[in-house]
């Protein structure tokens, strides 16, 4: 491993080099899905120099693309490997139930693992949260995060302090769910129903206001915003903006999911009352721009399947997302119809916790390689 990436770091230098951009690269990490290459250039060297090389440094390094970006005084020549790796929802999960319950507070969503190999948590009552937009094209994993976000909050909170509503246009990416206790009303796939059940959550809202109250937490996934918005209309966007600005108070919150990160869709309802952002690949840099709310972030270079961007209050993580197959759906639901879930002392009765590969997945410790080049 060493000598391929003293190998890779000898290409970006000649590259860099033959452009006349003087870099030198002095080591960098190692993660299941990507190397990131830490680059060191002297002063008056501006960051678009290397950033308008990044196709250059593709060909160069074999690879179908690259991403660069400055982070912490550096710049940084990220590069996808070849043999990368999913992360498994169900062991993350089981690590995170039985090592550290004291990191898992009420109504906190388990997305993945962040780039230093640490489990990234959402915890939705959060002021810096309440609401959360997950956008990114076909074959992002944007549905693939919404599932795992669904199931890891089943996994660990009980039907007592935790309800959901899903709703699934398609009828494909939550339907899977449709026997979880959690659930208020059955998967809803019709936009009316969906308006319908809006509308009688901002009756909801109103009345809790009403009496200050903010338990069970209610959490609204949708899959595939866009649509409901077009399909909806003006009354589809009324509610979900009445929600959107007033439900974290009273406990419900909206986790919405779209393919179409449109400057019309990302208008006043997203850009307000959507906090955090957790974007996939895009088409262009100006998609990547209007779903993230900032310039740069190279969210058009992101290698899909999971690999995200998580935005929260202009800061930027990158993120893996954990993987839940639908077809692992049914024993999950199953396990908490019988048990209850994780968070509620059956820690050490849980499922087989396996990879996409069906092997162990041995995740939820320190993954990440860090290389020093002397």
Known sequence: MKRMLNFQADRIELVLASHKVPARVTGGTVTPRFVRFQIMTPLGVKVRQVAGLAEELALSLNAPHCRVYRQEGQVQVEVP???????????????????????????????????EGAPLLLRLPSPDVAHVLIAGTTGSGKTALART???????LNPQRTLQLVLIDPKGRGLSPFAGLPHLLVPVITEVDEAVGMLH?????????????????????????????????????????TRLTQRGREAGIHLVASTQKPTAALMGGLIKSNFPVRLVGSVACADDARIATGLPGTGAERLLGQGDFLVVVKGQVTRLQAAYLD????????AQVQERGGWGNGDEHRLLPATGTDGSAAGLGRRIVRLWDRR
Do not use: F, I, W, Y
């Open 149 to 155: 976000m669904v199931a890891s909050l089943a996994l």
């Open 81 to 115: 490997r070849s043999d990368g790796r999913a992360v498994g929802l169900l062991e993350l999960c089981r690590r995170l139930a039985t090592q550290h319950p004291q990191d898992l507070p009420p109504v906190t969503a388990v997305l993945g693992l962040d780039e």
């Open 200 to 240: 009688h959550l901002v009756a909801e809202m109103e009345r809790r206001d009403a009496q200050g109250r903010s338990d069970p937490r209610l959490v609204v996934v949708m899959d595939e915003l866009a649509d409901l918005l077009l399909v909806g209309g003006k009354q589809m966007e009324n509610v979900l």
């Open 326 to 333: 639908a077809s692992e759906v049914p024993a999950l639901v």
